[in-house]
Antibody, heavy 123, light 111 residues
């Protein structure tokens, strides 16, 4: 069973950089899947941030593209999110999630998720 | 890009059937057969329950079914159970810069 677990600081100062890591267990991060970050601000819905594949190819939400970097470490079986120049509007629960590979069933859906990591932007 | 539109809350009694809606546009729900639904119990990982409009992943109860008409997708839960009480989110692939849109979520209360 694939499991994803987010980790990182729970508090980030305004104008700083939010950094989170998602550790993948129960499967290889190099298996051809796509690895995403999704967030949920308090009281609001989900927002897709971006994704990366095992080759390091990325795709970002246009609304966040200028501030986001997603990277992957195949040797550690994990991928990471960096979001810079954060404001209070970036306070949210951040989830990592997996999409199946291109030739897999459910390619356009997210079949495994982490439990989420709350990040608060405050001084 | 605006989020997909879902009603904020829906309620039903055990054993009843309820339908949740998810409205989009010609660039997302209306264009693609790539609508998925997620069940989210607060504090837990979201769970995929429907993909590609009407397909259930292995292990998901057949009480959950999905459909789409025009720009609106729907999730029907039959034989409501107490454990169905959760937040439900729809998601669609969008042609706008090739990414994913989620809805604001519907809180289902089982009375």
């Amino acid at each position: 069973q694939v499991q994803l677990q987010e980790s990182g600081p729970g508090l980030v100062k305004p104008s700083g950089t939010l950094s989170l890591t998602c550790a993948v267990s129960g499967g290889s991060i190099s298996s051809g899947n796509y690895w995403s970050w999704v967030r949920q601000p308090p009281g609001k819905g989900l927002e897709w941030i971006g994704e990366i594949n095992h080759r390091g190819s990325t795709n970002y939400n246009p609304s966040l593209k200028s501030r986001v970097t997603i990277s992957i470490d195949n040797s550690k079986n994990q991928f990471s999110l960096n979001l810079n120049s954060v404001t209070a509007a970036d306070t949210a629960v951040y989830y990592c999630a997996r999409r199946p590979p291109y030739d897999g069933v459910g390619y356009y859906s997210f079949d495994y998720w982490g439990q989420g990591s709350l990040v608060t932007v405050s001084s | 890009q605006s989020a997909l539109t879902q009603p904020a809350s829906v309620s039903g009694s055990p054993g009843q059937s309820i339908t949740l809606s998810c409205s989009g546009t010609s660039g997302d729900v209306g264009m693609y057969h790539y609508v998925s639904w997620y069940q989210h119990h607060p504090g837990k990982a979201p769970k995929l329950i429907i993909f590609d409009v009407s397909n259930r992943p292995s292990g998901v109860s057949d009480r959950f079914s999905g459909a789409k008409s025009g720009y609106t997708a729907s999730l029907t839960i039959s034989g409501l159970q107490a454990d169905d009480e959760a937040d439900y989110y729809c998601c669609s692939y969008t042609s706008s810069s090739a990414h994913w849109l989620f809805g604001g979520g519907t809180k289902l209360t089982v009375l």
